[in-house]
């Protein structure tokens, strides 16, 4: 299942794959998933069924590793079901998200509010050093996230509580206001730039005594829901930030994820280990652990690629205390 395709007819990229080597068991059935998918989506579940290329085999570029050919046995039910089962880990991690989400938006409003009710507009109460770093474009990273903050104001005007406290206040929003106007990526953002003292507090309400770990927990969890957000493929995804290993004092849920290596905590298991973990931190009745390991339960049966070999699980997983 090549990339270049889409501009085909789907017809004929039915074909196409079946030419590959693709078993296809009902032609009209084929058609009809790729009108509601599109072969390019369906494309990135499939590419791990085609055959891997040699050592000295010709590639198009540097990240070609495997042929244009399927494996024995590959077939585009099992291509569906991949694509499936991954839209249902998206929905379940959204759900445990959301959660995290709202508690790290309390967990600022409270600890900085406390300091000022602008405290993420004023360095001062937060860490002088983080905030004066500077970006990729030279300007320091605070400014750059103060400017960004203040057109995201903007553009909430027309909610009348956003407009209340703009007049109220100067044109400024409190904290436990302007949380509720952030995304989450600068939520994570503005984490990165208070006192360590300040972190560390916040990061003692979602798990662990570390602000440092925390921030890296946070990046990796900024990074899992602007995939699920946008329906983008995850189950056997590499991680852009990939969980960091673990001291020997990390909570009890995560320290097992010291015995993985680096390319397994860059995979979906270590950050659903984290995902776990702190929506039971906020909620300790929280049965998201659970509905996790039930959904690898329906992972989709092949002799292709598994869990363990393809989003980072180890072999004993389902005995971490965690999933029970």
């Known amino acids: 299942m090549d990339y270049d395709k889409p501009h085909l007819s789907f017809d004929d990229q039915v074909e196409h794959l079946r030419r590959r080597g693709l078993r296809i068991s009902d032609p009209a059935d084929a058609v009809a998933l790729l009108r509601r998918v599109g072969y390019y989506r369906l494309s990135a579940y499939a590419y791990p069924l085609r055959i891997l290329l040699g050592p000295d085999e010709a590639r198009s570029s540097s990240v070609q590793y495997r ?60 860490d002088e050093a983080s905030c004066a770093r500077p970006g990729p474009d030279g300007a320091a990273l605070w400014d750059t996230w103060v400017a960004r903050h203040l057109r995201a104001q903007d553009a909430a005007k027309s909610e009348d509580f956003v407009r209340h406290y703009v007049e109220k206040y100067d044109g400024r929003l ?42 890296g927990w946070l990046k990796t969890i900024a990074y899992l829901r602007n995939v699920s957000a946008h329906h983008g493929r995850l189950w056997n995804r590499r991680l852009t930030y990939a969980i960091a290993r673990p001291s020997p004092q990390a909570p009890s849920a995560i320290v097992h994820l010291r015995e993985l290596d680096n390319a397994q905590r860059a995979k979906v298991y270590a950050a659903a280990v984290v995902v776990a973990h702190i929506a039971s931190s906020l909620s300790p009745t929280s049965d998201w652990p659970r509905r996790f390991a039930e959904l690898m339960t329906r992972f989709p049966a092949n002799d292709f690629v598994s869990p363990e070999r393809d989003m980072g699980f180890p072999s004993a997983w389902r005995e971490q205390e965690l999933w029970r």
């Open 174 to 215: 409190p904290i436990w206001v302007a949380t509720e106007i952030m995304e989450f990526g600068a939520l994570v953002r503005l984490f990165g730039f208070l006192r360590d003292d300040d972190r560390s507090e916040i990061a003692r309400a979602l798990g662990t005594n570390s602000g440092t770990v925390m921030y």
């Open 67 to 126: 042929r244009d050919e399927f494996m024995d046995g590959a077939s585009l039910e099992l291509v569906e079901k991949l694509w499936r089962f991954d839209r249902e880990l998206r929905l379940l991690l959204i759900d445990a998200l959301e959660a995290i989400e709202i508690g790290l938006r309390v967990q600022l409003s409270y600890v900085l509010g406390r300091r000022d009710a602008f405290g993420h507009l004023n360095p001062r109460h937060l």
